[in-house]
């Protein structure tokens, strides 16, 4: 090999080595557990012993995903004690998948799954799920949030989930204090499909795109708002006239510009709690079903709407508010409406149930 051919042979390797420790450094700056360091990504093997492992062993760390698919057959738990939280950072294409066998019932990911607390004094409380997909195969749960305060999930895409988020009876006296942001939900088209459920008390759910699923979000908590949050329904139409963008069963929530889209019913409560529904909207493009309805009440119509606009099609009836009891303390300030209601002369109108 002659002189120039050594030189430019001995300039790759040391480009080579560079560009190594350049990729070697970035997650070494930041002191993540880079997972492939002990766990082989797209092996198309379980993986869930491996990551609890990781997990287990590296209190107070976050754990991070390169990307490629880490196939789990059982739920992985992160501890709700500060002193042993770790956070899960995935990159944009790392996948933690479920296995065709799953049989568990509950959610792959689930934050503060073990030693529970309620403890914000101790640094370590504010742990986080961030990044990457969550992929239920059609069988599985996506993220729940157990135990614990402060918990956040952020930026994540959670695909083909029985139930996409759900945010358990928080440590607080019920009260969960859970932050979520920028997350994507797409669910399995059945009728028992929910984009997020809330069963614990003051949460915060903030830009958050739900498809492909019956019920878009579930409250059965108070004390939660949800801030540009869209239900999309594209289902098969099954049982269509109980789908629902947003079903309140507690009240005392808050709702700004959220949007329920396609459902049969976009909002409806079931207890005389107030709501609070500030710059929303609704719209249907498709004539399914007998009916639509912006707003149901069960029970006695409470809640206060402000700058309301409904979008409906001609072909079905067409329902602004329907309440079940009458009474209550309601009001709506400003409302748009487009499109044919049941009674062509009636831009609003108000249908009292027969329960």
């Known amino acids: 090999m002659n002189i120039a051919k050594r030189f430019f042979a001995c300039v790759m390797v040391a480009i080579l080595l560079l560009s190594f420790s350049f990729a070697v450094s970035a997650s070494e700056e930041k002191g993540y557990i880079v997972v492939t360091d002990t766990v082989e990504a797209d092996s198309g093997s379980d993986v869930s012993d491996a990551i609890q492992k990781l997990i287990d062993e590296n209190p107070n760390r976050t754990i991070y995903f390169p990307d490629g698919e880490y196939l789990l057959s059982k739920p992985i738990y992160t501890p709700a004690d500060p002193t042993k939280s770790v956070s899960l950072e995935l990159s944009d294409f790392a996948v933690l998948k479920a296995t065709e066998d799953w049989n568990t019932g509950e959610a792959i990911v689930q934050l503060g799954g073990k030693d529970p607390a309620n403890d914000t004094s101790t640094n370590g409380s ?78 915060t759910i903030t830009n958050v795109r739900i498809g492909y699923v019956f019920t878009g979000v579930h409250l059965k908590a108070s004390g939660n708002m949800m801030r540009n949050v869209h239900p999309l329904y594209y289902s098969d139409y099954t049982d269509y006239q109980n789908s629902c963008a947003f079903l309140d069963e507690s009240g005392n929530n808050w709702y700004d510009y959220c949007y329920g889209d396609q459902f049969a019913t976009a909002f409806r409560t079931t207890d005389w709690g107030e709501n609070f529904y500030n710059d929303c909207y609704c719209f249907w493009y498709s004539p399914q079903g007998e009916k639509h309805t912006a707003f149901r009440a069960d029970k006695q119509f409470n809640a206060t709407i402000t ?32 499109g044919s209601t049941k009674h062509k002369n009636f831009r609003f109108y108000i249908d009292f149930l027969i329960l």
């Open 126 to 203: 504010n742990y986080s799920l961030e990044g990457g997909i969550i992929d239920g195969s059609s069988v599985a749960n996506g993220v729940s949030i157990n135990s614990g305060r402060e918990t956040a999930v952020r930026n994540v895409s959670i695909k083909n989930t029985v139930l996409g988020l759900h945010i358990m009876n928080g440590a607080n006296s019920g009260s969960s204090d859970a932050d979520i942001f920028g997350v994507n939900i797409i669910g399995t088209g059945k009728t028992d499909s929910v984009g997020i459920l809330i069963e614990g008390h003051d949460n």
């Open 307 to 338: 700058n309301f606009k409904a979008g409906f099609g001609d072909e079905c009836e067409n329902v602004v508010l329907t309440v079940g009891e009458k009474g209550g303390s309601g009001v709506i300030d400003h409302i748009v409406v487009q």
